[in-house]
């Protein structure tokens, strides 16, 4: 039998023109406490993003997400953020803000495997809905 474990998790949401509020969803930060993990996966779909608009400067943007995975990871890479603990990671990486780059408001869950939860929701709410065949 599996141990379930409480975890939290923010999507990561791309917000090219911040006046307009029209975002798309590009990846999950979840934190696992009992499982000692915190992880950020990003999934960009540019063709969406540039749909929003146009004009997207796609490399800052990147930039921007790789700094999710980034502070995950912690380190020296991550400049001093990286080097707090873990879950203060995951608040500082969910805290609002009104920038390009935004997260959900955080939601909780409970799994036996964060890896699995993580793959779920980036399948459930990040990736674009294919149409079902008629």
């Known amino acids: 039998m599996h141990t379930h474990a409480a975890y939290d998790y923010a999507l990561i949401r791309v917000v090219p023109r911040v006046e307009r509020g029209e975002f798309v969803n590009v990846g999950v ?4 406490k009992g499982g ?3 992880e950020a996966r990003v999934e960009l779909d540019e063709a969406r993003l540039r749909a929003l608009d146009p004009s997207v400067d796609l490399e800052t ?6 700094a999710f995975t980034a502070i995950c990871a912690g ?3 991550a ?3 990286g080097g707090l603990p873990q879950r203060e990671r995951f608040h500082w990486l969910t805290a609002p803000r009104s920038t390009m780059i935004q997260t959900s408001p955080t939601h909780s869950g409970r799994c036996a495997d964060p890896v699995a939860a ?3 929701l980036l399948g459930t ?3 674009p809905q294919r149409a079902k065949p008629v």
């Open 29 to 32: 930060v979840l934190s696992c």
């Open 36 to 38: 000692d993990f915190l």
């Open 61 to 66: 943007v990147r930039n921007h997400l790789a």
């Open 75 to 77: 380190g020296a890479e």
């Open 79 to 81: 400049g001093p953020i």
């Open 118 to 120: 993580i793959e779920h």
């Open 125 to 127: 709410m990040v990736w």
